[in-house]
């Protein structure tokens, strides 16, 4: 089969997709009343799209081109690295989640003010919002990476256009914007790329052929990533980063309750462990059809190239930016969460009223997606999408999270154990990486161990002044009493019930739509076996909103 560019059909089909994002995105902004609509949904977020917004969250198209890149190169060990979300994600589930909810948060960092003072609340803030704006470039460079590949379009056009459409929607609608479109992207992103499992099973003819050419890729510590050192550096390093990641945090606060809570996270982790075989498979076999590959962060474009038919390579397209867009879009919205309550409400505007508030946080979203666009043109030169994320997550993710996460758990240490945390461990981090004989698994290790280290010793170190030693102790005792005292549920307003069936409604004519997508997208190659399986997806996603619309419009007496 050759491998040919886009086709009209491809750039219609892209076209439609992106027209629905917008519409559907945007349309949101209607449900919007206060700042706790925008940042939080009120609370009212329903679990399964919560979980779903969970997962879509912290996939982007960095998974299809950074791990997809060492699927090709090492297979099946490229899996172990993209389960590392699910031990963080049980750990919120029975730990964190309901201490997050319990602490009233709108802003995932507000309470560090309370747990220890002022000062460390704007040091995590101003350096949280620095390295999510960093580590975001690198997110969007992998989209633009694979939309230039794969379009007429140049590199810059690609960043532009991705994320300035995220921005539109996002400083729109806020949160509901983010969760709605999330769940609407993963059912794109799924049905689309499990097209390419069938796809790709027959054009290499079956496991026996591959297992003979390439039996190391099916060895779960083949290559330098499948090293115990490496991996146990990997795990700890994500699930810290996890336990204190802002998107991942409102996810948790975001739910009903507490019980929603648990089924949310509960569902995600299960999407985490299922999804990664979907995603993955194309690339773990395609040594078979694409050997030799110069740059192997190319490889899944080089293979949804090779298989879809015109049109189907739109849908491909149009799912790379639902991965992109889905992780963006969560981004721009947690972060003017962090700069509108815990910079520019306390520190500039303590009276800002609501309406001065949801200005503010929209006028934020877009100057923060306008940063990430910059700065993702410049990622290229930093070694690549992969090596640039695990650099700056260790660097910088590691001391800024440690005393978000360990301050929930531990009474004792102070203040200056979190300062000394953060500027301790960046130091660290940057010193050790500088050494040529220290290789970065071991470096993270040390400097982890160090972070932890500071932070639990500060709590032993006396106070200066007997006064504010008693009045932080009785600050912290009641801090902790409100984490250990379960949340008590609301009772849910007519405005809200009227709400969520609004979303649910909305989200059932964007499944029609989707499936309208699909169903036009198998119309332009009906012969080929991957348009036939996107008609029969197609068909499947409109009868599944027929039924929905059904059960919300005409509901059982």
């Known amino acids: 089969m050759e491998i040919y560019t886009l086709t009209a059909p491809d750039y219609i089909i892209i076209f439609i997709y992106l027209l629905l994002t917008v519409i559907v995105g945007g349309g949101i902004g209607l449900f919007v009343r206060n700042i706790n609509d925008f940042f939080t949904g009120s609370g009212t977020v329903p679990w399964h799209l919560g979980a779903v917004s ?3 969250t912290m996939v982007s198209t960095f998974m299809f081109v950074a791990h997809a890149g060492i699927a090709y190169e090492y297979g099946i060990v490229a899996l172990l690295i993209l389960w590392t979300p699910i031990p963080p994600t049980l750990l919120a589930t029975f730990y964190f989640g309901k201490r997050w909810k319990r602490a009233g948060l709108v802003s995932p960092v507000e309470f560090l003010e309370t747990r220890y003072n002022f000062s460390v609340r704007q040091l995590i803030s ?3 919002v620095l390295f999510r704006l960093i580590e975001n470039m690198v997110r969007l460079y992998a989209a633009g990476l694979f939309i230039a590949t794969t379009t007429s379009l140049s590199m810059t056009q690609a960043i532009i256009l991705c994320g300035g459409i995220v921005i539109l929607y996002t400083m729109i609608g806020g949160i509901w914007s983010v969760v709605l479109t999330d769940t609407i992207q993963c059912v794109i992103l799924v049905l689309t790329t499990s097209i390419m499992i069938p796809l790709t099973w027959v054009a290499v003819g079956g496991i026996m052929p591959f297992l003979e050419q390439y039996p190391n890729h099916l060895q779960w510590n083949n290559g330098p990533k499948g090293h115990l050192l490496f991996l146990s550096a990997y795990y700890i390093m994500v699930t810290i ?7 991942f945090a409102q996810r948790f606060y975001s739910m009903k309750d507490e019980r929603s809570i648990r089924a949310m996270g509960l569902f995600a982790a299960l999407l985490y462990f299922v999804f990664p075989f979907i995603f993955l498979f194309p690339a773990i076999m395609a040594p078979m059809l694409l050997p030799n590959l110069d740059n192997p962060e190319r490889v899944y474009i080089g293979m949804c190239l090779k298989l879809l038919p015109p049109g189907l390579m739109g849908l491909m397209i149009s799912a790379m930016f639902a991965a992109c867009m889905s992780t963006l879009s969560a981004e721009y919205n947690i972060t003017a969460g962090v700069l509108i309550k815990d910079i520019y409400q306390r520190l500039f505007r ?3 009223g609501n309406r001065e508030l949801i200005i503010v946080a929209r006028l934020m979203t877009m100057f923060i997606g306008i940063f990430i666009i910059s700065g993702a043109l410049f990622v290229e030169h930093f070694g690549g999408a992969f090596e640039m994320n695990k650099l700056i997550t260790g660097l910088f993710g590691v001391p800024l999270v440690v005393p978000v996460v360990f301050g929930l758990i531990w009474k004792r240490p102070r203040p200056i154990g979190a300062v000394g945390c953060v500027l301790g ?15 970065w698994e071991t470096a993270t290790l040390i400097q982890t161990l160090c972070c932890i280290g500071i932070f639990f010793v500060s709590g032993y ?3 200066s002044s007997e006064i504010k030693e008693t009045d932080y102790q009785k600050r912290i005792e009641t801090f902790f009493q409100q984490l250990a005292t379960p949340y008590k549920t609301p009772d849910e307003t007519s405005e809200q019930q009227t709400r969520r069936n609004n979303i649910i409604l909305l989200f059932a004519i964007s499944l029609g739509l989707c499936g309208f997508l699909f169903f036009l997208a198998s119309l332009f190659s009906i012969g080929q076996p991957g348009s036939r399986l996107a008609l029969c997806i197609g068909i499947l996603c409109i009868l599944c909103s027929v039924f929905l619309l059904k059960i919300k419009l005409f509901p059982k007496k």
């Not at 980063?241 to 998107?247: D, I, P, Q």
């Not at 461990?425 to 290789?439: A, E, R």
């Open 461 to 463: 170190i006396p106070s």
């Open 54 to 56: 969970n997962y879509m």
């Open 425 to 439: 461990g960046v130091v660290t981090g940057i010193v050790l990486n500088l050494l040529p004989m220290i290789d």
């Open 126 to 128: 101003w350096g949280g």
């Open 241 to 247: 980063k996890y336990c204190g990641n802002w998107s």
């Open 350 to 352: 303590s009276n800002a």
